[in-house]
């Protein structure tokens, strides 16, 4: 498949390098520009390992969308050792915001089993992700 270039990256931080495309799911791997951000918000260049993780990210062209991000974890200076922050992740999650804040609002809208059946998204995570929503609200 050709490489993915886009205007702007939706994934601060981050470039897409190219894609992979299986049956229903186009996968989008990421690459980072630059340094990486500790949670203390202080830009930190030592990096101590990387792991790759699949995010789930909202539908796009009708396929579903995963995106493969080699995560890095970062020597800072006062925090010691800690998993980059990104602005469009929340931590140790498998979804990114854009994803979560659509399905909240489908949430609002129709039953869970209708959600799982347009996202892909496990029935249990559905109703954790509208219990955070309820208490938000509420």
Known sequence: MPKLTLPISPWEG???THTELHHDTLTIHLTPTGPGRCR???VVRQIHDITPRTIQEREAFGYQTLLSVPLRRLRCPDCGVVTERLSWLEPHARQTNRLIQYVERLL?????KHVNEMTGLHWHTLKRLDRRRLAREV
């Not at 609002?108 to 869970?112: C, G, R, S, V």
Request: contains cysteine; aromatic residues 10%.
């Open 14 to 16: 981050f470039s897409p």
């Open 40 to 42: 203390c918000g202080q």
């Open 108 to 112: 609002k809208l129709m039953p869970i």
